[in-house]
């Protein structure tokens, strides 16, 4: 199966150490780990249900039995799909969110600001879509 880019969730703790957020919204990169949650979840489910139809004996299986395991193998599917959406919604949102963070630190320094002070009052921003960019774009780990 081919590797599916994903937010990785040792990377967005990293992201949630650098943003501390008040409110209880979620953010982008929590969407994003929940969403890579909910895929590697959806892949245990349709790898053991695609399990269990190939295990079917072809001797004694009734057409029923086969039927059965075919429609969870789909209902998995269509899950996975679903969260596959899901999730790459999830990561343009985290790395939009973490873009337009640094757009406005940057825009909010005072106009005598020494490249010093800027690079220092940036760093949580450029850290942050720097994490999040390569999130994006490290394979699903389940």
Not at 39 to 60: H, I, Q, R, S, W
Not at 79 to 95: F, S
Request: with cysteine.
């Amino acid at each position: 199966m081919k590797r599916l880019p994903v937010i990785g969730v040792l990377c967005i703790s990293a992201v949630f150490g650098l943003s501390a957020c008040s409110d209880d919204s979620s953010s982008p990169a929590e969407e994003a780990t929940e969403a890579a949650a909910d895929v590697c979840t959806d892949l245990g489910e349709l790898k053991a249900d695609n399990a269990k139809l190939k295990a079917l004996d072809p001797a004694t299986a009734t057409k029923d039995q086969i039927k059965e395991a075919y429609d969870a193998v789909q209902s998995d599917w269509e899950g996975l799909k679903d969260n596959l959406t899901k999730l790459k919604q999830a990561e343009k949102d985290a790395v939009k969110a973490a873009a337009e963070d640094l757009k406005k630190g940057y825009e909010d320094l005072p106009g005598d600001t020494t490249g010093q002070e800027a690079l220092t009052k940036l760093q949580p921003q450029i850290q942050k879509l720097d994490v999040t960019t390569a999130a994006a774009s490290v394979g699903l780990k389940c």
